[in-house]
């Protein structure tokens, strides 16, 4: 008999009677809370956009695939046993971020109680960073490290072979772990199908945070993969790299369409780790979105240092409403070191961002190595020197898979590995030479109040409120960070 791996990403297509048999492919998103027994489901929700991409390459394979997004429907563990039952799936992916790995682990466990014979592989941004613990717990088969999609299709089809050949993975062998290669990251982002949407149970069911859109017609799009600025507290280069590769502005174009034509979608926001890189194509986009009459309001995440007005001009008259901005501090010595940048080119962008009738969205966090009160306070009036329409504040989180955590991990300055804990709205799991935890969500408490609290600020997000949703979008935003940071205060005393 004769085996043929073929076509791209590993599509295989084996010779003979002895054909590869399709499987039931179960991926689930875990609700967050799911161990403490009380599943939550967030105010604000977006598509799952990785198992999307995942159910894709699968869909296209002709292996049949549900999702279930217990994480934005805050499904129990009853409800998501009855899933696992009710389908009976050859294979069960899970994908997890840090806060989400013990619910995660759990859902492996009850998958593996229902079934020992399901192969249960688990992906995302924590174990990709930490795959051996993802094994250790004895209910996981198989950890994809970065980019799945053609990885799980590899161990969809290719499993009569064992797993010692798949690249990118990490798999138990008896009492042993044993990691791959590392696997080629994908060039060709074309070759890759649109997101399986047509599996979720409906588009309009999900309420994205006010600054990304509205409910009814949303939809969240990724056009690249990688970073090239390799942010010390952020996981992205090692998921995926620091070469920024991008899907072509047709291939781009045609997606929106889908989405408008087919779904109805009239808010799209581009979660790329920075949109604006490629100028030229950022234009190419934004002239193929007014040639082809795609109406669609649209976000981004840009980059102080990359806009210009020409730019800024063409994604205006496209229809982008918002850009969301990295600032992350106020001070100089701390924009020097861990952004590269200067107060004088962050308001010059965010200025010419406002003249050119964007809004512009201000990220800030606040616990960086090095930061004092001072610095702290640097960062609150900056943020409200600034011509933003908005803005977020977060506690700095080493979450694994950053340079951050290396650097925790190194100073022995984690506080806690309850992955639960780590919230960038929560009590920073690590240790500060210069501050209490206390004192650094004093400061993010502070900056809500002293940026939002503003009469000109109240009155522009007055303006922005067009229904009842739109309006508790709003209070709950407030209540979270307010009514939170005093709950966890409590706890850090």
Same mark, same amino acid.
């Given at each position: ?9 590993? /599509? ?54 549900? @999702? ?11 409800? *998501? ?32 109680? *229902? ?18 613990? /993802?094994?250790?717990?004895? =209910? ?41 290669? /590392? ?50 507290? =952020? ?58 009459? @795609? ?26 409403? /918002? ?10 010595? *701390? ?14 962008? *965010? ?56 650097? =925790?991990?190194?100073?022995?300055? @984690? ?79």
């Amino acid at each position: 008999m004769v085996h043929v791996v073929e076509g791209f990403g590993g /599509a295989f297509v084996r010779k003979g009677k002895d054909r590869v048999k399709k499987k039931r492919v179960l991926l689930v998103s875990p609700p967050k809370g799911l161990v403490a027994g009380e599943p939550e489901r967030p105010k604000f929700q977006t598509h799952p956009l990785g198992l999307l991409y995942v159910a894709s390459v699968l869909d296209g394979n002709g292996h049949q695939v549900r @999702i279930y997004d217990a994480y934005s429907f805050g499904n129990t563990l009853g409800e *998501i046993k009855r899933e696992v039952l009710d389908f009976d799936p050859d294979v069960v992916g899970v994908t997890s971020m840090t806060i989400l790995a013990k619910d995660a682990y759990l859902i492996a466990r009850t998958v593996k109680e *229902i079934n020992a014979a399901i192969i249960v592989v688990m992906g995302g941004p924590h174990v990709s960073a930490l795959p051996e613990e /993802a094994l250790r717990t004895g =209910c996981v088969d198989v950890a994809v490290m970065g980019e799945g999609e053609h990885t799980m299709l590899e161990i969809c089809e290719g499993e009569w072979r064992g797993f010692a050949w798949i690249k990118g993975i990490a798999y138990r062998c008896g009492e042993r772990i044993v990691r791959t290669p /590392a696997r080629v990251k994908t060039e060709a982002l074309d070759s890759i199908p649109f997101p399986a949407y047509h599996l979720l149970p409906s588009m309009d069911s999900y309420n994205p945070p006010p600054h990304w859109g509205k409910k009814g017609g949303f939809a969240s799009m990724l056009t690249c993969r990688g970073c090239p600025y390799d942010c010390t507290f =952020c996981s992205v280069t090692r998921d995926w790299g620091r070469k920024y590769r991008f899907r072509s502005a047709g291939n781009v174009l045609d997606e929106l369409e889908m989405l408008h034509g087919r779904y109805g979608v009239r808010y799209v926001s581009f979660r790329d780790s920075v949109f604006t890189l490629h100028k030229r194509r950022v234009i190419e986009i934004c002239r193929g979105m007014i040639e082809r009459r @795609i109406r669609i309001v649209w976000n981004c995440n840009g980059r102080v240092n990359e806009v210009d007005p020409e730019m800024l001009s063409w994604m205006k008259r496209a229809g982008c409403k /918002a850009i969301q901005y990295g600032i992350e501090s106020g001070n100089e010595e *701390i924009l020097s070191r861990f952004k590269g940048l200067e107060k004088d080119t962050i308001r010059r962008a *965010i200025d010419m961002t406002s003249r050119a009738g964007i809004e512009a969205h201000g990220y800030f966090m606040f616990g960086l190595p090095g930061e004092t009160k001072e610095t702290m306070h640097d960062t609150i009036e900056f943020a409200k020197s600034l011509d933003l329409h908005s803005a977020g504040f977060t506690s700095v989180t080493p979450f694994p898979g950053s340079a951050l955590w290396d650097y =925790c991990i190194e100073n022995n300055l @984690i506080l806690t590995t309850d992955w639960g804990e780590y919230d960038l709205k929560g009590l920073p799991p690590a240790r500060h030479a210069n501050l209490t935890s206390a004192e650094i969500l004093d400061a993010q408490k502070a900056a809500f109040r002293q940026f939002y609290l503003r009469p000109k600020v109240i009155f522009r997000h007055l303006k922005d409120i067009r229904s009842m949703n739109d309006m508790t979008n709003y209070l709950y935003e407030a209540l979270i960070n307010l009514r939170k940071n005093n709950k966890v205060k409590r706890r850090a005393h």
